[in-house]
C-alpha cells in the first residue's frame, strides 16, 4: 500500500508538471494576431519572430520576410532612392534599332546589346556603330588601344567576369559621352592615370571584385563621377587623398585593407553623400578625418577594428542621417560623440559592448527613429526613439517587462503554488509536537529559502502590472535600481540556500543509512541550527559578493527586467565568470553529490534487505522516493547547466527561452519540495489522507522492524534500538541505520561461522 501510494504521487507530481509545461509551452505559441516579438508575414496569420526577419533564409510561406523593401532601412540613401526610381522609369522595353549585330548576341531597348557567356575573346567589331550599351559579360576578352575606338556613342559599357587582368592604356579614348563603366570581377591590380583618358562624362566607374592594390586617383579628377564602386579589393589608401571630385556622391570601398583615414583622405569630396567603409580593418580615424563632409549623409564603419573614437570625429557630419559602427570592438563611446548628430535618423551600435552606456550618450539624438543594438537591454538608454532592436530579450519589450500574457499568468501561478505548498509545511511542521526536532529544523528552512523564490516572483508579478504598457520608459530606471538589484539577491539567495540544504540532508541521510557504523550519530539540535546558519550565511555570501565587487554598478543582477543573472542570453557579460561558477561549480557540484548519495543509499537499502530475513521493511518505497528527489533536482538544475554550457561555447540560444527558465525551471524545486520532503512521508500522507490511509499498517510495520532488530543483534546494538525507539515511530528512515548495522553483524557472524 505504501510503495503504490508513493509511486502514485511521485507520477502525479511529474504528471502535473509535464502538463502545466506543455500548456504553457501551447499557449505561448503565437495564435491569431501577432504578438510583440513577431511579426505577419504579409496578409497571412502567420507570425515568425524578430530574429527570423532578413536572416537570409525564407520563414514566411512566400518569403515575405527576405523582402529588399522590408530589409532595407533606407535612411540616408537618398542617391540611391533616385536611382532605383530612374531604373523602373526605363523598365519599358522597345525593339531594337541596330541594324548589325553578332550571331548569338541580342539587342533590345533600340541600341542596347548584350553578348553573355559566348566565349568572345575580343570585343566584336561588327557591331552597328551606333550603339549604345554594350554588355559584354562572362566571356574571356582581352582588351586593346582600339577596341572600342569604332564605337564612339556609348554611354554604358559593361565588360564583367571577364578575367581582364589589365587596361591598356588609352582604351576609352574617345569615349567623351560614356558615363557607366563596369569592370566587375575581374583580376585587375591597378588602375594608371591614362585608363581613363577622355572620360570627361563618367558618373559610374564600378570596380567590384578585383585585386586592386593601387589606384592612381590623379585618374579620376577629369571625370563626373557621383558613384565611384571600388567593394572587395584590396585597397589601403595609405597617404593617399582623393582629388577634387565636385559630383561624387557615393563612395564605396567596404571590403578592402584600409586601415587607417588620415586628415585629407575625404577633404575633397565635398559633395560626398554616401561613405562605405565596412569591413575593411579600420584602426584609427584622424578626429579631422570628416572635416568637410557637410553633406553625407550616410556613413557605414561597421565590422572594423576601431576600440577608441575621438569625442570630435563625428562633430562636423551634421547632415549624417544613418550611421553604422557595428560589431566594432568598441567599449566606451565618449558622452560627445553623437552631440552634433541632429539630424541622425537610423543609428546602428550591434555587436558591441558598450561599457559606460548611459542615457546621455543618446540623449542629443532627438531626430532619431531607429537604433539597433546588441541587447535588448540598450534600448533602456533610448527611451524616446521609436523603434529599437532587438525589441525583446525573450523577457521584456519594450511595453511590458513581461512579454507575453502566458509569462504573467505563470509567474503568479508558480508564486502561488510555491506559497500554498511551503506555507502548509511550516504550518505543520510548527503544529506538530511528535516530529523529529532535527528533521524538522532543516525542512523548516527549506520552506523559507523557498518562500523567498515565491517572494521573488510575486515582486516580479507586481512590477510587471505597474510597467504594463510604458515599460520602455521604466526600464532603465529598474534595472539600474537598488531594488531590481536586492530582489535579484533574494533569489539568488534562495537558490544557493536550498541547494545547500538540500545537499546537507542528503549528507545526514547517507551517513545514517549508509554508514550505520563509521561513528556518525544523528545530529543535536544545536549542531543543525550551526549548520543551518552557516548554510545560510554562504548562500547570502554568494549573492553579495557581486555587488559589493561591482560596488559602482547594479549592472550584475540588472542584465534584463527579471534581474536574475543567469547569463545565457549574454553568457560573456560582465560576471559572466561569477554566474558560470554558481551554476556550473557550485550547483552542478550539489546536483551531482545529491545524486550519488541518493544512490550509494538505494545500494546500501537494497543489500540490507537481501541480508535479512525481513522482506517488508518498505525499502522499495524509499527507492521510490530516492528517485522521485533526485528526479526533480535534476529536472530543475541539469536544463541549467546545459544552457549554460551550450551559451559559453558560443552557441545561440533562443531569447524565449531565457523567460521560461527564470519564470518556471528554476522554481520547479521551491514549488515541490513540500511534496517531496513532507506530504509524501508517512506522517503527513496520513494526516492529508486519513480516511484512506491505515495508520495500523505504520506502527505495524515499526513493530516489525524493531522485533526483527532486537532478534538479529547483539546486546550492544540492542541498546541503541531502545534509546531510538521513540523517534522510529516518527521516521522510518532512523531505523534504517540499524538494520544495515544488524545485517552488517550478520554477516560477518556468518562468515565466521562458514569459515570455521
Known sequence: MQCRRSVV?????????????????????DTGSCTEGTFPCGNSTVCVPQRFLCNGHSDCPNGEDEDVYTCTDTHGNAFIQEVVLQRKAQQRQEECKLDHIPNDCRCRDKTRVFCRHLGLTEVPQDISDHVTRLILVNNSIKLSRDSFKRYTNLELIHLGWNDIEELPDGVFEGQRILSRLFLTNNKLTELRAGTLKDLTHLSWLVLQDNHIVHIDLDALKDSSLTWLDITRNCLTLDGLTFPELPRLKQLILDENAIEEIGENTFANLRALQTLDLNKNSLRHIHPNAFGNLHNLQELDMANNQL??????????????????????????????????????????????????????????????????FGKFHYCTYTPAVRICRPNTDGVSSLKHLLVKPILR?????????????????????????DENRVHSLVIKNLAVSDLLMAFYLLVIGIQDCQFRGNYHKE?????????????????MTSSEVSVLILVFLSMERFLLIAVPFGGHQSMSTRTTSLSLTIIWTVGFCLASIPVLYWKNTTRFYGTNGMCFPLHIDDPFFMGWQYSAFIFLGVNFSGLVLIAVLYTWMFVSIWKTRHATPLSSVGDFEFVIRFFFIVLTDAGCWAPIIVLKLIALSRVHIPADLYAWVVVFILPVNSAVNPLLYTFTTPKYRGQLFKFGWPRESQKGLVTRLQSTADTGCSSSSSTRIMVQKKDAESNLYSMLPLMAGCSQLQARANNRLHST
Open 9 to 29: 504521487c511521485g507520477i502525479g507530481l511529474i504528471s502535473i508538471v509535464i502538463l502545466l509545461a506543455s500548456v504553457t509551452f501551447f499557449l505561448s505559441q
Open 475 to 491: 526600464a532603465h530606471k529598474w534595472m539600474s535600481s537598488w531594488g531590481c538589484t536586492l530582489i535579484g539577491m533574494v533569489a
Open 307 to 372: 576600440q577608441t573614437l575621438d569625442p570630435t570625429v563625428f562633430h562636423n557630419l551634421t547632415a549624417v542621417m544613418k550611421l553604422s559602427l557595428t560589431n566594432n570592438p568598441l567599449r566606451v563611446l565618449p558622452t560627445q560623440l553623437f552631440s552634433k548628430m541632429k539630424h541622425l535618423k537610423s543609428l546602428q551600435l550591434g555587436h558591441i559592448e558598450i561599457e559606460n552606456v548611459g542615457v546621455e550618450i543618446f540623449s542629443h539624438l532627438a531626430a532619431l527613429d531607429f537604433v539597433y
Open 409 to 433: 499568468v505563470t509567474v503568479w501561478v508558480v508564486a502561488a503554488v510555491t506559497c500554498l505548498g511551503n506555507g502548509l509545511v511550516l504550518w505543520g511542521r510548527f503544529s506538530s509536537r
